[in-house]
Each structure stands twice: as structure tokens, then as C-alpha cells.
């Protein structure tokens, strides 16, 4: 099932657009409990990956509230501790390749966290430009996408896709700043997430 979701913004900022992807496996797992793992994309500063993290457990949870949450710092720590954090990174490396996922890895994955479901996002797209006199106006194009992955049968529960982006309003102006565009296109997929085990 797709889902399309518009938002207007106004100014000069092009209507941020999520896609959704939602399993009909979906309804039938259960889902207990659920880690947030911290945001894909080396460009993204830890405030902005806390802020991101913020918002999509927030979004979450207002839908999901009986579902158990291990946030990302907690996360990271519990993967560490079972020496999990390279394989893991491996996994989401060739999965957004190859969108196979490593079943075994998953379920280690899953008992290491203590949970049935991974929340996994990514900034997959960043584009900036400043303005140049008579040439070009500043400009900020983000592309951010969030999965969730069942760690006992490593299937594609949820995915959502948004993009969003800005332009100055003249051609002196520099990007606009990341932080922001970030906000705008992470919020039409928080608005389509799904409300697990209903």
C-alpha cells in the first residue's frame, strides 16, 4: 500500500512529500518493542541526529503507546556491549544495497537489544548551493528515510520517504541551513507512521 502525503510550506520552499510503504505482513507481527538506532549520514551533526530522534520517538510513540522504545543512545550501548556494532553497520550497508536482509544477524540483533523491531533512519540525500550573483539562488534539498525491520523474521515492516526543499529568495544569500530542511522533511513521514499490533 503507497500513501502520499503533502504538506504546503510557504515562501520559497518546494511542498515536502512523503511516501509510505506498509507491509500486509504487518497487522500479523507482533511487535512488543522497538530500538531507534541513530540516523544514517555522516553530513548530519549529533545535535541534528538527537533532534531527528527526538521527534521520530515522540511521533511514535503518540501512536504506538504501549510499545516498549530503546532509544539510540541506549542502543548503540547494548549493541556495543555484545560486540554487534560492526556487523550491524556491515548489515545496514549491503541491506540498502541489496535489500536482503541477513536473517541470522537480525535475530542476534534483536535478543542483544531486546526488542522485536528496529526503527532504522537515514538521510540519504543532501544538496546545497549557495546563492552566486546572477547566477543561482541558495538553495537546501534533503531526501530522509525511515525503515522498520522485524529482527525475528528480518522482513520490511514500514518505510517512509520524504524529501523537502528550499530556495533564498535572492541569489545573495547563502543555503539554507540543513537543520531546518531536515524538520520539514522528516515530519509528512512522522504523520504517516504506522500504528503497530492494531
Known amino acids: 500500500m503507497l500513501a502520499l502525503v503533502l504538506i504546503s510550506v510557504p515562501g ?11 507491509n500486509p505482513a504487518l497487522s500479523s507481527q507482533i511487535v512488543r518493542s522497538i530500538a531507534v538506532l541513530p540516523i544514517q549520514n555522516r553530513r548530519v551533526t549529533p545535535e541534528e541526529n538527537h533532534d531527528m530522534s527526538v521527534r521520530f520517538i515522540g511521533a511514535f510513540t503518540t501512536r504506538n503507546p504501549t ?8 542502543a548503540v550501548a547494548r549493541l556495543n556491549s555484545a560486540s554487534l556494532a560492526q556487523s550491524y553497520a556491515m548489515f545496514l550497508r549491503d541491506y540498502t544495497i541489496t ?3 541477513d536473517r541470522p544477524l537480525l535475530n542476534k540483533v534483536g535478543k542483544a537489544l531486546g526488542v522485536d523491531a528496529i526503527a532504522q533512519g537515514a538521510v540519504v540525500e543532501i544538496i546545497q548551493r549557495n546563492g552566486f550573483f546572477n547566477i543561482q539562488p541558495g538553495a537546501t534539498m534533503v531526501t530522509v528515510r525511515y525503515r522498520i525491520i522485524s529482527t525475528s523474521t528480518g522482513a520490511l515492516l514500514w518505510e517512509g520517504t520524504g524529501s523537502a526543499s528550499r530556495r533564498t529568495l535572492t541569489d545573495l544569500e547563502k543555503a539554507p541551513t540543513l537543520h531546518h530542511q531536515l524538520a520539514i522533511a522528516q515530519q509528512p513521514i512522522l504523520d504517516t507512521l504506522p500504528r503497530l499490533n492494531s
Open 99 to 101: 535489500g536482503i536482509a
Open 12 to 22: 520559497c520552499a518546494h511542498r515536502p512529500v512523503a511516501t509510505t510503504h506498509v
Open 67 to 74: 510499545i516498549g522504545i530503546v532509544k539510540p543512545e541506549d
